[in-house]
């Protein structure tokens, strides 16, 4: 063991000791994770990924041979079928294509392990005394947090003999995945991961024994207490259907209006009492994608699921399908969709 190690693993040990009474020098601290800190909010740890290419040469070579290999059939199929031929047939026009195809998952294979390592190189990680923070700067901006008070479980996986390896955190929430891969957020190739897995369950134990203001409901009552994850996916699911609601509404709406003649139809739209429907028609598609954004918050865990949220959620849904299959088409639901709809998102709206 280097002296070096030695040091970051007697500094480890002390930061797990006592988790909320240290913290990190500010002038230390990458600017990017600075930017994320909340006013009180003390850093305990911060690290990054390992920088070198991940997996041992040996074991990269043959990917980058076959892919040199698919790039080479690649070329020459696209060539041999496209050279000089101004008029493509189909079967020209397939295998151009494939051969296109074959170049590109050539470059993938080639330069896939140099895009993960400057990815890698661009991502920054932090425990705080509440939360454990991701920010990634590469190929575009993407920050995740997970509250300490909300983690289900932390697990070490794809541990190295070197001491490093990943921690991925699940969280309450239904799926509480990564809305892009579907995996759970993790720290990804660090150093010392025990040593940093055992700093962030100490850090959660020190917020549930003092119970950190940021994941106090802010409701009294069992309505504001966070939903165990047995009952927390039916708040996602009911706002997807709920989601669901708007197109149907509307499609049941301008079938009722097209019986109508153009006369009335111009009456219903933009005069009368019912002059309210353009309004109601436009602004339907908004409440459509204002639910469908709450259930994949609700889904990846970046909002806490209440019982209230459920309860909300979950009557909106009963209640809209009652209505849709139920009510006649009248041709105003969707403006009685819409003002509800409103209600609803206020109602689980976050107060933090």
């Not at 000089?84 to 330069?111: K, Q």
């Not at 939360?131 to 190295?160: A, C």
């Not at 933009?270 to 598609?285: H, K, R």
């Not at 865990?301 to 209640?319: C, E, H, N, Q, W």
Request: hydrophobic content about 45%.
């Amino acid at each position: 063991m280097t002296n070096n190690e030695q040091i970051i693993q007697e500094s480890m040990s002390g930061q797990i000791q006592s988790a909320r009474k240290c913290s990190i020098p500010s002038e230390s601290i990458p600017i990017q994770l600075k930017e994320q800190i909340k006013p009180g909010e003390h850093l305990l740890w911060h690290g990054k990924s390992r920088t070198e290419l991940r997996g041992k040469l040996l074991l990269l070579i043959p990917g980058w041979v076959g892919g040199l290999f698919f790039g080479y059939f690649g070329v020459g199929l696209t060539w041999y079928h496209f050279k000089g031929s101004l008029h493509l047939d189909i079967a020209d026009l397939v295998c151009v294509v494939f051969g296109i195809l074959f170049i590109l998952s050539s470059l993938f294979m080639i330069l896939y392990p140099f895009y993960d390592r400057y990815q890698r190189i661009r991502t920054f990680y932090g425990v705080t005394d509440r939360r454990v923070i991701m920010v990634e700067e590469w190929p575009w901006h993407s920050v995740v947090t997970r509250d300490l008070l909300r983690l289900i479980q932390t697990r070490i996986v794809e541990e190295k003999p070197d001491g490093s390896g990943n921690i991925e955190f699940i969280a309450y929430g239904w799926g509480s995945t990564n809305s892009k891969t579907g995996d759970y957020p993790e720290f990804d190739f660090i150093r010392n991961v025990n040593e940093v897995h055992a700093l962030i369950l100490q850090a959660r134990k020190d917020a549930v024994n003092n119970q950190s203001p940021v994941a106090k409901p802010e409701l009294s009552g069992i309505v504001g207490k966070i939903a165990p994850d047995s009952i927390a996916w039916l708040a996602g699911v009911s706002s997807y259907v709920c989601a669901v609601f708007y197109p149907i509404v509307i499609w049941s709406d301008l079938k009722a209006l097209s019986r109508q003649s153009w006369v009335g139809l111009m009456g219903v739209l933009f005069g009368g009492d019912q002059g309210s429907s353009v309004v109601a028609f436009c602004a339907a598609p908004i409440m459509m994608v204002c639910f469908y954004f709450r259930a994949k918050n609700f889904q990846v865990g970046t909002k806490a699921v209440r019982y209230l949220d459920v309860a909300v959620m979950a009557g909106f849904a009963i209640l809209g399908s009652v209505l849709l299959f139920v009510g006649a088409a009248t041709g105003n639901e969707t403006g009685l969709y819409v003002v509800i709809g409103i209600v609803v998102l206020l109602a689980t709206v976050d107060r933090d």
